[in-house]
């Protein structure tokens, strides 16, 4: 006869085995956060020109992964260099404060194009566009705190 034996009991290593492998899968996301740190306790105005390396990294790593080859995939991406570029202009042409939020929209919406890019596995590993996605949403949303509480 078995005793009775509560789940909690017998399933808890198993649990926190799958939170460990759930912990480690997630690791571009841990890597992001530890990365921008700093923004979170320290929240800084950048730059608009900061907005031309979110297509700059897409364009480079597409190329050595040879994902031009890809219908329509190297035309997406320079839609994107285009549209980052015209938002850098932009912000660099108005200046001020309007300039620092069309920058967190930038990074914002590039947030969102990581998104994409990691649901389709497309143009670059799914690792990097998760890495990439948090990070960007990270400094997006510390602007937005640099610039609301200053």
């Known amino acids: 006869m078995t005793p009775n034996v509560s789940p909690d009991t017998v399933t808890t290593p198993d649990r926190r085995r799958h939170r460990l492998a ?3 899968h997630r690791w571009p996301t841990c890597l992001a ?11 800084a105005l ?11 990294g897409y364009l480079v790593i597409g190329t050595v992964r040879r994902q031009w080859a890809v219908p329509g995939a190297l035309r997406l991406q320079l839609v994107g260099l285009v549209a980052w570029s015209a938002l850098t202009v932009a912000a660099a042409t108005v200046g001020g404060d309007t300039a620092y939020w069309l920058v967190a929209i930038g990074w914002l919406a590039h947030a969102g194009w990581d998104l994409v890019h990691h649901r389709t596995g497309r143009v670059v590993p799914r690792g990097y566009a ?7 949403a990270a400094v997006g949303i510390t602007i937005i705190l640099a610039l609301v509480t200053r």
Do not use: F, I, Q
């Not at 950048?46 to 700059?56: D, M």
């Not at 998760?130 to 960007?136: A, K, N, T, Y």
């Open 33 to 43: 956060l530890l990365m921008t740190v700093d923004n979170w306790t320290s929240p």
């Open 46 to 56: 950048l730059p608009a020109w900061t907005l031309l390396v979110l297509p700059a």
């Open 130 to 136: 998760e890495w990439c996605g948090v990070l960007d």
């Open 22 to 24: 759930a912990l480690a």
